[in-house]
């Protein structure tokens, strides 16, 4: 179910194409934003755990 998209449907189709388009345009965009980040909020605190593992043992 895409609640976000039903949800915010009527309120782009009175604001018009070029919002519809705006939307549509930097959505993929945000989403890659987001990976990055949540690849990173996972990614650099198991590094710096296995890097201070190996240090002290």
């Known amino acids: 179910m895409r609640y976000s998209s039903s949800s ?3 309120l782009l189709a009175q604001l018009g194409s070029q919002a519809i388009a705006a939307v549509s345009m930097t ?3 945000v989403v890659l934003f987001a990976a990055a ?3 990173i909020g ?3 605190p ?3 755990s296995r890097h201070l ?3 002290s043992t």
């Open 8 to 10: 915010a449907r009527p």
């Open 42 to 44: 996972v990614g650099l």
């Open 27 to 29: 959505l993929p965009i």
């Open 37 to 39: 980040a949540q690849g």
């Open 53 to 55: 593992g190996a240090v």
């Open 46 to 48: 198991s590094f710096i």
